[in-house]
């Protein structure tokens, strides 16, 4: 468990791990603060958007639609592999999920199967929504991954985590199934790799 890191310390990270990093309007103080608690925080989620093109994606995220007020995460990986950051803060990114899952992600162990949404993941967790639309099809530019791979690892880093405190949202909550065409397994091996 960990305070958040302060916003400038977050782009400083995201920057020494050498990612492209965009900064989409006052991404600063956009929030879901006053919803609820932003941490303490205990790993990073990550997701695909269900989405094409990367202007409208980031957009979306950044500003939510009818039924989920933005931000919808705290960066956008596009396919270049080039990181938006739309939101800092509380982000409407991954709801409730398994209580079970949260203690082995603060436990840095093997995750359980998610089977219940019981605790509030949005104070828990780091969020990056990935530019895909989640078929199975589309396809994962080396880039993309690479930017994932080093986005996670940035945060790691920072708070002395291990590629442990990485998942997916089909971890976390049961019925969701992002990121879809790579294993968060595979995933977690090219973080604890880069953190070596």
């Known amino acids: 468990m960990a305070p958040p890191m302060s916003a400038s310390s977050f782009i400083k990270a995201l920057k020494d791990e050498g990612l492209t990093v965009v900064e ?5 103080h956009h929030n879901r603060n006053h919803i609820g608690d932003w941490g303490p925080l205990n790993g990073v989620m990550i997701h695909h958007t269900a ?15 009818a039924n989920l007020p933005g931000p919808l995460c705290h960066g956008v990986i596009t396919k270049d592999g ?21 203690r082995a992600v603060i436990a840095e162990k093997a995750l359980p199967h998610d089977n219940e949404a019981n605790t509030d993941g949005n104070s828990r967790f780091y969020g990056f929504e ?10 994962w530019p080396a880039a993309q991954l690479e930017a994932i791979e080093r986005a996670a690892a940035a945060i790691c880093r920072h708070h002395g985590w291990t590629e442990r405190s990485v998942i997916g949202h ?8 992002d990121p879809k065409g790579f294993t968060m397994a595979s995933m977690r091996g090219r973080i604890r790799d880069r953190l070596k």
Do not use: F, I, M
């Open 24 to 28: 989409v309007g006052d991404w600063r």
């Open 51 to 65: 989405t094409s093109g990367s202007a409208s994606t980031v957009r979306v995220c950044r500003d939510g639609h």
């Open 82 to 102: 080039r990181v938006h950051l739309v939101g800092y803060g509380r982000a409407n990114h991954a709801g409730l999920g398994d209580d079970d899952v949260l």
């Open 130 to 139: 990935c530019e895909n639309l989640g078929n199975g099809d589309d396809p």
């Open 170 to 177: 089909l971890e976390w909550q049961p019925g969701k199934v």
